[in-house]
């Protein structure tokens, strides 16, 4: 069994990976750090674990732990790994910001590869130290990278994508009030949204003239997923851009085409990104739906610690959507 460790186990990416772990049939949970419950029980946190696990969370870590999963925000998951040295043999996955740009990729010598298996999945079988991607990024590169592969982004590239409140973290904000929040829409950081650094690197690792990437975040009134609209100049059919798609896809196990256009339901709960393709004159209109979580977050954490163990990449993450 591959030992795992949490750190920042009493937030929402946390509370999913527990529950993942919990299930997953070759791993287990050997601690969960929390700053601020050190000897509470897990599910004091995330009550839904009730009578699924009486562990409770630690004020300490196992620095020689298998594989240890980052939930910290931006800027404290450098702090944590600068000021706990974990052993030559441990695995880091780690779910911020911190460590996902080139320029950010190396922690005292050692590199972190980007954790998108979609593109990167050589390179993470290898890998000691996973960024995992943000949960926008992951919605908006599986929606554009098959046409980057191909070289056939337009010269500008619209992105709408729209997220449920649990992407913002479980400490309540002015926008997550549910007074605020329920029954209501809003965008923010127009067109400077930190995500678009991470996207952009990745496009042009296969594209080289990748154009503006308009990205407008839009605040939706749901917990959890994100749906993402992209559209682009194309000048091929309709039958092109999907064959061109379903090439690129042909391998993953968690990226599937639709056929019909796609809803947020359908893959809210699973490690699933769904993508759908459609032209309109010269216009190519690609959507993708994830959930932020899952796919976006703690879901593909344990997609890289699975390839990075050999395992199969499916395994524990055989999840179900609550469709209706
Ligand atoms: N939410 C998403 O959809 C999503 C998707 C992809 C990536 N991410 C990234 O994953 C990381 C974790 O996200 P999250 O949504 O799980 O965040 P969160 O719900 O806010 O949880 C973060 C946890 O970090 C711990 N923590 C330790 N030191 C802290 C400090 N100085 N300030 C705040 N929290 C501190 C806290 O847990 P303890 O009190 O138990 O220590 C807190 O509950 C972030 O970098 C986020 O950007 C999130």
Redesign the pocket.
């Known amino acids: 069994m591959i030992k795992t460790g949490i750190?920042?186990?009493?937030?929402?990416?946390?509370?999913?990976l527990i529950r993942i772990l919990l299930q997953h049939p070759q791993a287990e949970i050997d601690f969960v750090?929390?700053?601020?419950?050190a000897g509470k029980k897990v599910a004091s946190?995330h009550p839904d674990l009730t009578g699924e696990t009486e562990m409770e969370?630690t004020g300490g870590v196992n620095l020689d732990i298998d594989v240890v999963f980052v939930?910290?925000?931006?800027g404290?998951?450098i702090q944590?790994l600068g000021d706990h040295q974990f052993s030559a043999n441990t695995k880091i996955i780690d779910?911020?910001?911190?460590f996902r740009l080139q320029k950010d990729a190396a922690l005292g010598g050692k590199q972190f590869v980007y954790g998108l298996p979609e593109l990167n999945k050589e390179d993470i079988q290898r890998a000691n130290r996973i960024a995992?991607?943000?949960?926008f990024a992951?919605a908006i590169q599986l929606a554009l990278l098959p046409l980057a592969k191909a070289n056939r982004l337009g010269r500008d590239v619209h992105i709408n994508a729209l997220?449920?409140s649990?992407?913002?973290?479980?400490?309540p904000s002015e926008t997550t009030h549910f007074s605020w929040r329920n029954n209501n829409v809003s965008w923010y950081k127009p067109f400077t949204h930190q995500h678009l650094g991470e996207i952009g690197e990745s496009l042009r690792s296969l594209q080289e003239d990748v154009g503006e990437l308009l990205f407008l975040p839009i605040r939706g009134n749901f917990t959890r997923g994100i749906f993402a609209t992209c559209y682009t100049h194309f000048s091929g059919s309709e039958a092109a851009a999907k064959e061109l798609y379903q090439k690129f896809y042909a391998d993953a196990v968690f990226t599937q085409m639709a056929e019909a256009p796609i809803h947020l339901k359908q893959v809210v709960n699973t490690n699933q990104c769904h993508i759908h393709v459609h032209k309109h004159n010269d216009t190519l209109l690609i959507t993708s739906a994830i959930d932020?979580?899952l796919k976006?977050?703690s879901g593909q954490a344990v997609q890289n610690m699975n390839l990075m163990f050999g395992l199969e990449e499916t395994m524990g993450l055989r999840l179900k959507a609550g469709v209706y």
């Open positions: 750190i920042g186990g009493s937030g929402y990416t946390g509370g999913e750090y929390s700053t601020t419950r946190a969370f939930c910290l925000g931006h404290n998951s944590f779910l911020s910001n911190d995992n991607p943000g949960c992951t997220t449920g649990t992407g913002a973290g479980v400490r932020n979580l976006g977050a």
